[in-house]
C-alpha cells in the first residue's frame, strides 16, 4: 500500500504563547518543535497500515528547515521517505494556499490513502485534510478514532457529539485523525531506528517543482489573514475557601459562593 | 453587492442540534448590520417540517435538501448539495456550526468555493460593512483576529455554546423552499451510527463540567463524580492522565490534545493544573479546584480552591448540593 501522510511541525505543547512585536504573530524564538500530536497518530496508523498490507509510507512536510528534524523523527518510527516542501512563498499562506501545495504534492505520489491530523495544535484550523481531499477530488473520513483497511477500502469510528459513525470510503481515500494519545499510542523512535533515518532519502521541494507559482499558494493568494493578536483575559488568582471549617463545612461554604456569589448552580 | 448572508443548520436524528440556533442568532445580527436577508440551508433527512423553526431565530427564508441518502453527514454528498445553492447567490457572509460535522463540512466546502475560513469563531464584528472574526488559537492561548482578503467571501464557523443564542420568537415565519437534490456519485458512506441515549451532556455543549485527574486512582472511583455531575446536571470530564490510564474514554479528555470547553463552571477534581490541560478550559466561566496539594498550579487559576483530599470533600460537597437544590 502506498501511504502519504501530511506532517506539520508546531511548537511543544508546553509552550508559552508571546506576541510579537508586530501584534500578529507568535515569538518563535526559543520555542521547542514537535510533530503535531494529531500528526504523529497518522504517522503510527499509518506504520500499521503497511505492517498489514506491505508498501511504503511517505511523509509530506512543508515549513522551513527546521521541519527536516520532525520529518526524521517521523523516518525513525519506521516511515520510508520524507519530502519537504520549504519554500519562503509559503510563508503567509492561508490553508487553502497550504492545501494546494500539498495537494501537488500528494497527487504526484499517487497514493492509495493519506492521512494526516484531524487539527494541528497551533493555529487549530482543522481545514488541512478536508481541503486537500476537495483539491484532489477524493472522499475523506474525518476525526478517526479506529482505522481499518482491506486494501481497497478504509472504514473508520468518527465520534460526533452524543455518539459515533462508522464511514467508509474506497480507496483512494484522505482520513484524518482524531482519539488520543491513549487511542493511539504512536510508538517512539528506537535508537536503531534513529541511525536508519538518517540514510533514508529526504528530498527537498520548491512550489515551481510541483508546477505552483508564489501567487497561487503564497500570502497573495490568501483569502483570509490574521489581522491582530490578543492574549485571553488574565484569570485572577481566587480564593481558597479554608476558614478553619472542617470538610463538611467547607463543603457548604462552596456551595453558597457557588450558588449566591457566581450563581452558576 | 451582496444579496444575502447564510446561515447553515445542523439537523441530526430529527431536529435541529441547538447550535443551529446559535450560528443564525449570529449571523441575523451581521444580516441586520448590512441590511440583508437571511437564508438558511437546512440538509438530512426528514427536515420538513422543522424547518420553520429556523425562522424562529431570524433566517428569512429556509432552503431544504431532504433526502434519505442524507440522513448522515457524509462530505461528498454534502459539499456539492450546500455549494450549488451558495454558488446561485452572493452572500455577504456564510456561517456555520463549528459541530464535529460542522468543521468537516465548512473546511471541504472553503476549498470548493475557494475562499478563506475562520474556524470555531467566538465573536463576529461587522464594522461599516467590514466583517471580522476572532478565533482562539493554540487550545485558547492567544486569540486571533481575522479579516478576509477583498472579494473574497468570509466563511465563519461559530464554537458551540459561546454565542448569544436570541429567544425563540414563533411569530416569525420562514418561507421554506424544498430543493431538488441531485446527489452526485459517492465513494463514500455511512455505515451506522450508534447515538448514546442516555441523556449525557456533551462536553463542548455543557454548562457545568466535573473533571477527574490522576488523583482519583482509579476508574472505579469515577463514581463519586458522576453522582455529584447527576446532582448539577453536568457532563463529566477527565485530563489527559487518567485517559492514558484507562479510566475514562478519549472522547472525555479535555486539554490540548482533548476537547477545549468553555462552561459556566469547571470543578477540576485531583487535576494538577498542566499547562497543556488549562489550555482546554481556561475559558471556563467559573473554575474551582479540589486538590490535596495547596501548591497545585491549578490553584493560581481557579475562582474557588478546596485543599483536602477528594474521597473526603467530593461526596461532602455533593450532599451539600442536594441539600441545596431540595430547599430552592
Ligand atoms: C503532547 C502532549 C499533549 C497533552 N495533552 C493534554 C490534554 O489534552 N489534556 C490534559 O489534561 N493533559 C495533557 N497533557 C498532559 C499534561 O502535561 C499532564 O501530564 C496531565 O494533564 C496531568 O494530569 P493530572 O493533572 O490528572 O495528573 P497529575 O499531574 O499527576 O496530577 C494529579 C493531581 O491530583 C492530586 N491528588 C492526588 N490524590 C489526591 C487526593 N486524594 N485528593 C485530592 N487531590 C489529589 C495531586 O496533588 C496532583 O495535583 C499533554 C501532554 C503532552 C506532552
Known amino acids: 500500500m502506498n501511504i502519504v501522510v501530511l506532517l506539520k511541525q508546531t511548537p511543544d505543547t508546553e509552550s508559552v504563547i508571546r506576541i510579537a512585536p508586530d501584534g500578529q504573530s507568535i515569538v518563535t524564538q526559543d520555542l521547542k518543535w514537535i510533530i503535531n500530536p494529531y500528526d504523529e497518530f497518522a504517522v503510527e496508523a499509518a506504520l500499521r497500515l503497511k505492517e ?138 528506537s535508537l536503531p531506528g534513529i541511525m536508519k533515518a538518517k540514510k533514508k532519502p529526504l528530498e527537498m521541494k520548491k512550489l515551481a517543482d510541483l508546477g505552483l507559482s508564489a501567487d497561487e499558494c503564497g500570502a497573495q493568494a490568501a483569502k483570509i489573514r490574521i489581522v491582530s493578536l490578543e492574549m485571553p483575559p488574565e484569570r485572577k488568582p481566587g480564593r481558597i475557601i479554608d476558614d478553619g471549617l472542617d470538610t463538611e463545612g467547607k463543603a457548604a461554604a462552596l456551595v453558597k459562593a457557588l450558588h449566591e456569589e457566581a450563581k452558576v448552580i | 453587492m451582496a444579496d444575502c448572508v447564510v446561515s447553515i443548520a445542523e439537523f441530526r436524528a430529527g431536529n435541529f442540534r441547538r447550535v443551529s440556533f446559535e450560528v443564525a442568532s449570529e449571523a441575523r445580527k451581521v444580516a441586520d448590520a448590512l441590511n440583508l436577508p437571511l437564508y438558511g440551508i437546512a440538509v438530512g433527512c426528514g427536515v420538513g417540517e422543522k424547518a420553520v423553526e429556523l425562522g424562529y431565530y431570524g433566517v428569512d427564508k429556509v432552503f431544504v435538501a431532504d433526502d434519505a441518502a442524507l440522513e448522515n453527514y457524509v462530505p461528498e454528498l454534502y459539499v456539492p448539495v450546500v455549494a450549488s445553492l451558495i454558488e446561485q447567490w452572493q452572500p455577504a457572509a456564510v456561517f456555520l456550526p ?144 487518567a485517559v ?32 497543556q490541560h488549562l489550555a482546554g478550559m481556561g475559558s471556563s466561566k467559573y473554575i474551582v479546584a479540589v486538590n490535596k496539594d495547596p501548591e497545585a498550579p491549578i490553584f493560581t487559576k481557579a475562582d474557588y480552591g478546596i485543599v483536602e483530599d477528594l474521597f473526603k470533600f467530593i461526596p461532602a460537597f455533593t450532599e451539600e448540593v442536594r441539600k441545596m437544590k431540595s430547599t430552592c
Open chain 1, 52 to 189: 498489514k498490507h506491505g508498501g511504503t509510507v511517505t511523509i509530506v512536510s512543508w515549513g522551513p528547515q527546521r521541519v527536516v528534524e520532525s520529518v526524521r523523527t517521523a523516518l525513525a518510527m519506521g516511515a520510508d521517505k520524507g519530502v519537504l516542501l520549504d519554500d519562503e512563498a509559503l510563508e503567509g499562506s492561508d490553508s487553502l494556499g497550504v492545501a494546494r501545495a500539498l495537494a501537488a504534492a500528494v497527487q504526484g505520489l499517487e497514493p492509495d490513502i493519506v492521512l494526516c491530523g484531524s487539527r494541528a495544535v497551533d493555529y487549530d484550523l482543522a481545514q488541512r485534510g478536508p481541503m486537500v481531499a476537495e483539491l484532489l477530488g477524493w472522499p475523506h473520513l474525518g476525526l478517526a478514532v479506529s482505522l481499518e483497511s482491506d486494501g481497497s477500502t478504509v472504514t473508520i469510528e468518527r465520534p460526533i457529539e452524543g455518539g459515533k459513525v462508522t464511514l467508509q470510503a474506497s480507496l483512494p481515500a484522505l482520513v484524518t485523525m482524531g482519539g488520543s494519545h491513549a487511542v493511539w499510542n504512536p510508538r517512539y523512535a
Open chain 2, 244 to 275: 492514558d490510564a484507562g479510566w475514562r474514554p478519549h472522547s472525555d479528555q479535555v486539554g490540548q490534545t482533548g476537547k477545549v470547553v468553555n462552561p459556566n463552571l469547571y470543578i477540576a477534581v485531583g487535576i494538577s493544573g498542566a499547562i
Open chain 2, 98 to 241: 463549528a459541530s464535529v460535522d460542522g468543521k468537516d463540512l465548512s473546511a471541504r466546502l472553503a476549498a470548493r468555493l475557494q475562499t478563506g475560513l475562520a474556524q470555531d469563531c467566538i465573536q463576529v464584528v461587522c464594522d461599516g460593512g467590514v466583517i471580522k472574526a476572532k478565533r482562539p488559537i493554540f487550545a485558547g492561548k492567544c486569540l486571533a483576529w481575522c479579516e478576509w482578503a477583498d472579494g473574497a467571501l468570509p466563511m465563519i464557523s461559530c464554537r458551540p455554546n459561546v454565542m448569544d443564542c436570541q429567544a425563540a420568537d414563533a411569530t416569525r415565519q420562514a418561507q421554506v423552499e424544498k430543493v431538488p437534490v441531485d446527489l452526485p456519485e459517492a465513494r463514500s458512506q455511512a455505515l451506522g451510527v450508534e447515538l448514546d441515549t442516555t441523556g449525557k451532556v456533551e462536553l463542548t455543549e455543557a454548562e457545568i463540567i466535573v473533571s477527574g485527574g490522576r488523583g482519583m486512582k482509579a476508574a472505579e472511583n469515577f463514581a463519586i463524580l458522576e453522582q455529584l455531575a447527576k446532582e448539577l446536571g453536568a457532563a463529566v470530564g477527565a485530563s489527559r492522565a
